[in-house]
């Protein structure tokens, strides 16, 4: 696939790294995925792709329930259609930390996402390990980013697949 020269300035290592560093700063990343969490919300999901958070992969807002809180918490993640799911990765810019909200999955894994300007309630699961690797590989082919994130941390990226509940 060939990329525009602005999307392969922000899905590159280099601007995965810079990404990595920022997220040390854990007050200000914070306040800055929930303003962008915000603002996609407050559009009805119209900002489909972020290139400063994702790098120009498409994003969709997760809401979870906070494991400590019991608040409804949400954040913006990369996705990958997968079948009837949405494919995200517990990255964390590459940090050794979980992500929040792969914590507050693991407690409770029903979720809502806005995605594709539509709202979906889903069921969280870890991806098996073919799953994962097919995922990732796909993933790291759209944006060499994430494959830095690994080599910038000791934990394995859980690949997470959030799959539509249906009534």
């Known amino acids: 696939m060939q990329l525009h020269p602005f999307e392969r300035f922000w899905r590159n290592r280099l601007f995965a790294r810079v990404r990595h560093h920022l997220a040390r700063f854990r007050r200000s990343s914070g306040v800055l995925t929930r303003a962008h969490a915000t603002l996609i919300r407050w559009t009805g999901g119209r900002i489909r792709r972020s290139f400063v958070f994702t790098g120009g992969m498409p994003i969709l807002v997760l809401t979870t329930v906070g494991r400590k809180t019991g608040k409804r918490r949400s954040t913006p993640l990369a996705f990958l259609r997968w ?85």
């Open 83 to 167: 079948g009837d799911a949405f494919a995200v990765m517990a990255s964390n810019a590459g940090s050794d930390r979980l992500p929040a909200w792969w914590l507050n999955l693991l407690a409770d894994p029903a979720a809502e996402i806005l995605a594709d300007r539509n709202r979906y309630q889903v069921t969280a699961r870890r991806a098996d390990p073919e799953e994962d690797e097919a995922i990732w590989g796909t993933v790291t082919g759209l944006n060499p980013g994430f494959d830095e994130y690994r080599r910038l941390t000791e934990r394995r990226i859980p690949v997470v697949l959030l799959e539509l509940r249906h009534p």
